[in-house]
């Protein structure tokens, strides 16, 4: 008798990622021929850096095609740890030992939450949240405690806020800034005041920076340059964003040395190391700095034209309500009360797409229903016209 699949309880509660189901969605209607502006996955436009590319294709004519150490190779791990120390890093220098490399920082968050989490703990998320952050908490069988941000504040959590949603089986918090979805950064008395509770309270912060270059507004701080120390912080980063290197799968963590080893057993037995060939990419952009810094600028600038134009477009819109971004490449854009939908973000998201062509991601997948997330991380002609075409809808109803 054929074995009919019953999911087991591990998946349980498992949810497709919808910011890659709408990107898969739009690629199928482009390939139907329909033109479709593409708002939906978060992922830069722009080629990686040739330098990077040329310094991977040296790479594998050099023998980068075997196995490396779990944690990555070691050059990169001290690139790492190097590029951390060039901030303000508080407390004693970063060392390679606390850092392991991973096939993305997608990767590298699920082995901290799977780590340091477990049945039973409590985990804060301060909500609008990264869609993943919910499903890998329960991945690690801990329970998302959502922690939702005032409109009025960017969308933002404080430190109050947080305490007040704390239980005594609070075991930790995720913190994104600048955020995905909402392009808010949290300034530095914001994230002290966060560290300090996380500090008193004993729980982990896992910190993705991921965005962190990606600032529009006098930059994004790192935890690492407001803790006065770091045996609590997993900070999380990686090259997909910042250096346009998202195929690639380089992120890394760096977080005390016992979790590190720790995190580096869990993916000898799950996936090893990452690709020999992108880490010696991720090596390149994190050490040819004058043209690494460069690209990354160039980049950074290319994106805050494309957010002054966007914002420009739906200004033009007075009643259209959004949370200005200071960071990352998303807009989001508030559509509650859309056609009296119980869930107006995916009824808003269905509309935008069939009767606008333009794919954006409901505010459900977040934490809010309430809203949508649209990327312009795209032409800027693109990026302007989708969102002129959400106000347009957002406003006809
Ligand atoms: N964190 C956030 C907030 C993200 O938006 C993304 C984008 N996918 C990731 C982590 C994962 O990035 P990657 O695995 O490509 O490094
Ligand atoms: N981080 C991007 C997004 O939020 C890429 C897709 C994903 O990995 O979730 O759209």
Redesign the pocket.
Known sequence: MPLSFQPSPNIARLKE????A??ARSRALKAQGIPVIDL????PDFDTPAFIREAAARAVEAGATRYTNTEGILPLREAIAADANRLQVQGVPVTPAEVVVSNGS?QSLYNACVCCFGPGDDVLIPTPS???YFEMVELARANCVAVPGDAANELKVTAEQLASAATPRTKGLMLCSPS??TGAVYSASELSAILELAAQRGWWVIADE?YRRIAYEGGAQSVLEIASARDNLIVINGV??AYAM?GWRIGWSIAPVAVSKAMTAFQGHTTSNAAAVSQHAALAALTDLDRANAAVDEMVRAFRTRRDAVMQALDAFPTVRYIRPRGAF?LYVNVEGFRGADDPGAAFAAAVLDEHQVAI?PGSAFGTPGWI?A?YATRQDLAVEGLTRVARCLTAG
């Open positions: 990622s919808a910011t890659l709408v990107a939906g996955a978060g992922e997608k990264w869609t993943s995905n979805p991921i997909a964003k998202t998303y991601v997330r990327s």
